[in-house]
Each structure stands twice: as structure tokens, then as C-alpha cells.
């Protein structure tokens, strides 16, 4: 047995959230894609039949009120709050995340003018996920502003007077690298603007403090660390301090003060209900609802510290294992400026991951040479991290 692999034995007997391990349903494999999709949750499918065939099946139009669905975008995203960082009330769950961002940044530049007029930009993250930057475009265009694509680093230095709203990501999707989320939403505040946040890859990955740094507005993804399964309904976080002014751009029966009143006229509900726009999507809610039990005693610290304990253990093992100079890793080495995922560049990375996922290890490609590997601290061990670094390196020696 080599040197790592003593060293991941040794390390799962003393993983605090090992147990946890066996509330996923998982096979023999290594899987490391839950930075696009988490792993299916135990406590899932059972929920999922009571909610088709009881509640739809049986109570059928009464489980609005008597199964708790019409409440279920609050009730879920007050689930969802402490593990962003936010007190109750502020987060609401529906929609996808490109709707969530348009609703966000469109609401951020309405804020912003109804502060002051003058502010006509918007400032976009240069490297996001390109449908944020579609979305920014849209929005700019819809709102009149003019859009700017920057990168993260040069952020500070080109808010200004004019700067309305500013659409960031909090971990870069390529690349694994976390921005400096208490510091820009500072500079953005300095400048008068407002901020909005993608937490896609870091709401269950990390801490976020929503509240504590005062982020204005959020998005995030429910179907990577937080295990929501395949197009599970994202999450929108407004700020307290913001609700009674937040004016989305996409108003619904939903977000009425009198829903059922059916007057022409649109009314918005206080609170996080302003955040809603048409009928939930319940199947999916109540499935993420049931996914989001696996979080229950679990502090998004302990998260935190075994996702860098896992990242940090897999590049000691491609160093180890990897012929010297076959692969780049271009995830900051730094605690304070990684995710939970670590990406390997090499010229021909779309056969290499092809090669790993046919011998059980499962990571992702992104165009045009990166190998991607996510670390869901909740269900990775340290012993598939070094598997997975021993199979990278049979394929490539």
C-alpha cells in the first residue's frame, strides 16, 4: 500500500462527516461531478412517491394548503438560508438560475436609480458562466445601461459614479477560484452601487455570509452541493433592508399581494414573496426539500474545512503519482482562493476523461483542455481521492 494510500485510511477514521457518506446512494466508483451534479440523497425517492402518490394522487388540489405547497418556496428557502449565511425571510426558492439573475440584476439597477439617477452601467464578471453574461446583456439592453465586461481582480478600479449594478461569480466555474466575496461587495458599496452574487459553486461548498457582508442580492443552483437533483428550482436571497423596494422585472400571481384577488392591478406581497413569479414547481421542490435533510447537524464550517483537507490531499496525490509536467493545475493552491474543485489542464483532456469515467471515475471536461474534479465533502472520501489520482495517473503515464 503506497504512502497515500495510508494517509486517506487515516484520514476517513478521522473525517468527521464520514457518516454521512451513507445517506447517498452511491455505487463503486469515485465520483467527482458534483460541482455539476450532486448524488441522489437516500431520504429522495421515498418523498418524492408520497408526493405523487398521496398528496398529488390522493389529496390531489387540497395539498396547496393541507401538504404545505403553496408555502413551500419560502418554507425551503429558509432552509436553504443558514447554509449562505443569511437569517430567515430573505431567501425564496423557484425558477431557474438564469431567471433568478435577470430578476436580480434587472431589481439591483432599478434600486440603484431610485437612489439617484445617472447610474447607466452595468459591470459583469468577464469570466462568468456565459449564460450570466447573456443575461447581463439582455438586462443592460432592457434597462438602457451600458454593459461592461471586467474581470474579478480589476473590479475595484472601474466602479464609478455611472456603475448601477455589478453581476459576479463567487467561484469560477473553469477554474475553481473563489473571489474575494467580502472585499468587492465592499468596493461595490463604496462606489453606490449595488452587488449581485452567483453562488452556484459555493452555496453548500462553503461559507458565504450573505448577511454578514451585507451582499444586496443572490442567486444560487440547487443541484450541485446541495444535491437537489437535475433542474431542481434555484434560489433568489434580497436583502431585508431592500424587500419593501426590490422591483423585479418579472411580476407574477405568485408575487401578488392577494394572489387569489385576480385584480388587473399588480400589488407586491412583502417580503421574499416579491421574489416569486408563477405556480411553483413542486415535484422538484419538494424533492429538494427532502435533499436538503442530509444537512441536518452539519456545520458549513466542518464543510469547509474537509473540502480543503480533500483538495489539498488530491494535489499531493497528482504530484506524487503524475509524471512531473504532464498536467497543469490551474487552481489556486491558496485555502482563501479555492472553491471545492480542483482543474488540471493537458492537451488532450476530452480523451483522458473519457478513459477515467470508463474505469469508474467520474470528473468533467470543459473545453478546450481542462480536467474538472469536484469535492462534495458530505459524500467523498479521502480513499476516492486517491484513487482518482492513481487512475489520472495510469492513464496518462
Known sequence: ????????EKLDGADELAAKRAEFVLDDG????????????????????????RQWGELRIRSWTEGGWWTAPERIGDRIAPLVGAAAGQVVVGDSTSVNVFKALVGAVRLARSAGAGRDEIVVDATTFPTDGYIAHSAA??????????????????LGDRTAAVLLNHVDYRT??????????????AAGALVVW????????????????GVDLAVGCTYKYLNGGPGSPA????????QDRFDSPLPGWNSHAEPFGMRPEYEPAAGAVRGRVGTPDILSMLALEAALEVWDGVSVDAVRAKSLALTDFFLECVEAYLPEGRVECVTPRAHAERGSQVALRCPDAGEVMGRLIARGVVGDFRRPDVLRFGFTPLYVAFADVERAARVLAEELA
Not at 451534479?37 to 431520504?43: F, H, M, R
Not at 434560489?235 to 431592500?242: P, T
Request: net charge negative; proline share 9%.
Open 198 to 213: 452567483d453562488l452556484c459553486h459555493s452555496a453548500g461548498a462553503l461559507p458565504v455570509g450573505l448577511d454578514g457582508h
Open 176 to 189: 475553481g477560484r473563489l473571489h474575494d466575496l467580502p472585499s468587492l461587495t465592499a468596493a461595490v458599496h
Open 141 to 158: 439592453r432592457m434597462t438602457g445601461c451600458t454593459l461592461r465586461p471586467v474581470p474579478p481582480s480589476e473590479v475595484p478600479g472601474a
Open 235 to 242: 434560489f433568489l436571497y434580497v436583502r431585508e433592508a431592500l
Open 1 to 8: 500500500m503506497s504512502e497515500q494510500a495510508l494517509k486517506a
Open 30 to 53: 469515485v465520483y467527482l461531478d458534483g460541482n455539476s451534479l450532486g448524488a441522489l440523497p437516500v431520504a429522495v425517492p421515498g418523498r418524492v412517491e408520497d408526493v405523487v402518490r
